[in-house]
């Protein structure tokens, strides 16, 4: 049996997951009081101890081999008793895998406001008060959480992708996101960013006519930016240490990582070179990886695109 806790901030996320869960055939509860919680595990159980017939029993083992849970803020007081409703079952020996889903206070705000909902805890309307209460209250959960999801930056499609990798693939599961993002630096450094490289040291393609109207996501630019002795070495280096910081980075608890890539406009060196170590990454696994050239579509002859987790 497997038995899935999913909660986290409200407007994060659950109720999709729960759907996508009850979509590849998990058995689906959301909002049950907290006394409840370890009766639905011990029921689930049953068959598997004799207490039903052994008919009934792989009838009922098929309907709920599989089990998501979702617990949020709204169960009010009784939410204080979560953790240790929690901390019974696995003491009585029903294992769970708690799955917390988190997104920054900006989204969260800019969600309600686009659905034109309430958050639970906002009180005379200040939401950010609300957020703030509920991110407290819901520390503890996030801190014995197995998985932690943050939301902001990911599509519906993204965000499936990452519930089939833990729940339909059993793939190794880090709960660090990693986003790889080029942009130029005359359109500003994207704000998100923790860490910035600037690649405009390289050879330029603009000043190339062939190349000039082309992006790095053509194979003419990239070759010509990736010829370059110091493009490689950069890329070689930049790999180095990212792939040292990022254990370091979830032992500290960071659950997002944003990595800038700039050159000047945006379209050639930053796009190449994020390609590059996007690719890299990827073929290594044991992370999400997403990338984004979010000054591409500024360029005259070029669309956006996006890379997937």
Same mark, same amino acid.
């Given at each position: 049996m497997r038995f899935v806790i999913v909660t986290g901030m409200s407007g994060a996320g659950k109720s999709s997951v729960m759907n996508m869960l009850e979509d590849i055939g998990y058995f689906c509860v959301d909002n049950l009081p907290v006394p409840l !919680?370890? =009766?639905?595990?011990? *029921?689930?159980?049953l068959p598997r101890q004799g207490i039903i017939t052994a008919a009934a029993a792989e009838e009922e083992a098929s309907y709920m081999n599989e089990i998501a849970l979702g617990v949020d803020i709204r169960t009010a007081s009784a939410f204080e008793d979560v953790p240790q409703a929690?901390?019974?079952?696995?003491?009585?020996?029903?294992?769970?895998?708690?799955?917390f889903l988190d997104a920054s206070d900006d989204v969260l705000i800019k969600r309600y406001k686009e659905t034109r909902r309430t958050h639970? *805890?906002?009180?005379?309307?200040?939401?950010? =008060?609300?957020?703030?209460?509920?991110?407290?209250k819901l520390q503890i959960l996030k801190d014995?959480?197995?998985? !932690?999801?943050?939301?902001?930056?990911?599509?519906?499609?993204?965000?499936?992708?990452? !519930?089939? =990798? !833990?729940f339909v693939k059993n793939e190794t599961y880090s709960n660090l996101v990693i986003s790889i993002v080029s942009f130029g630096f005359k359109y500003g450094i994207p704000t998100d960013c923790d860490l910035v490289f600037d690649v405009r040291f390289l050879p330029n393609p603009y000043y190339i006519s062939e190349l000039k109207m082309k992006t790095g996501n053509e194979k003419e630019v990239y070759d010509f930016v990736m010829q370059s002795k110091e493009a490689e070495i950069f890329l070689d280096k930049l790999d180095d240490m990212v792939t040292f910081?990022?254990?370091?980075?979830?032992?500290?608890?960071?659950n997002q990582l944003v990595i800038g890539i700039g050159c000047t406009g945006g379209c050639h060196r930053s796009v190449t070179l994020a390609n590059a170590l996007y690719q890299r990454l990827r073929d290594r696994g044991g992370y999400s990886i997403r990338k984004e050239h979010r000054d591409i579509g500024k360029c005259d002859h070029s669309v956006r695109i996006e890379g997937k987790a």
């Open positions: !919680i370890p =009766k639905l595990a011990q *029921l689930a159980v929690l901390e019974m079952m696995k003491k009585t020996g029903y294992q769970y895998e708690l799955l639970p *805890l906002a009180k005379q309307g200040r939401m950010d =008060k609300g957020i703030a209460e509920e991110r407290e014995h959480a197995d998985y !932690i999801t943050d939301t902001s930056k990911l599509l519906v499609r993204d965000l499936k992708a990452e !519930i089939d =990798k !833990i910081l990022f254990p370091n980075y979830v032992r500290e608890g960071k």
